[in-house]
């Protein structure tokens, strides 16, 4: 078994900024690419921003200069610092972690619960 939990959501004033994490844990070979995934309200979920094994990094467009990923390879935990929120980034996170668990040779996609990120005056 292998479990993504997430933690560090909540409201923010626009213009504020948050920091999420997700631990992933369990019965992990090896973790290839970690990732945050979004999804608003009515909307479906989109991809705001990849981390591969070697620290490689991709965003969406509209959070390219405000949100960093970064990871800690040695805790299995990837990060998401998000700086000058804006409403339009209201929306439920989610963790994605592609992971090789001990019982097999293949990675498998995982995804945490979510955490909600409120952007509001």
């Known amino acids: 078994q292998v479990q993504l939990v997430e933690s560090g959501g909540g409201l923010v004033q626009p213009g504020g900024s948050l920091r999420l994490s997700c631990a992933a844990s369990?019965?992990?070979?090896?973790?290839?690419?970690m990732g945050w995934y979004r999804q608003a309200p009515g909307k479906e979920r989109e991809l705001v921003a990849t981390?591969?094994?070697?620290?490689?990094?991709n965003y969406a467009d509209s959070v390219k200069g405000r949100f960093t990923i970064s990871r800690d390879n040695a805790k299995n935990t990837v990060y998401l610092q998000m700086n000058s929120l804006k409403p339009e980034d209201t929306a439920v996170y989610y963790c994605?972690?592609?992971?090789?668990?001990?019982?097999?040779?293949?990675?498998?996609?995982?995804w945490g619960q979510g955490t909600q990120v409120t952007v509001s005056s």
């Open positions: 994605n972690a592609d992971v090789r668990p001990h019982y097999s040779y293949s990675y498998y996609p995982y």
């Open positions: 369990g019965s992990i070979f090896s973790i290839d690419a």
């Open positions: 981390i591969s094994s070697g620290g490689s990094t």
